[in-house]
């Protein structure tokens, strides 16, 4: 576990202990190789004959895709922000609960 001395920005965005640097290694190369693609397909003549238009039939799967990773998105942050308030509530029915009991002590 990361011990925190202090909430600043910088702790943000540190590396240490942060899914940054892995999603970087996929992301990076990735946006290379796409790089790479685009400037193949449309910049140099001999490979602009290729570039084609995508179909009707490409279009309805794309967005038939793009609608279920849209959906299954959603449906995931909601749940995660769910699971979240439920579990604050539960934190604040514990602290209750010890309060209550701490004060029926004294």
Known sequence: MIQYSA???????????SMVPK?????????????????LMYEWTEWSQYAVEPSGTARAVFTIFTSV??????????????RYWEGITLVERACGVWLNGCSNLI
Do not use: E, K, M, T
């Open 69 to 82: 990773v849209g959906f299954l998105i959603a449906f995931r942050a909601q749940q995660s922000y769910a």
């Open 7 to 17: 909430l600043s920005l910088w702790d943000l965005l540190r590396l240490r202990g």
């Open 23 to 39: 999603g970087l290694s996929w992301a990076l190369p990735s946006a290379a190789l796409a790089f790479v693609f685009h400037r």
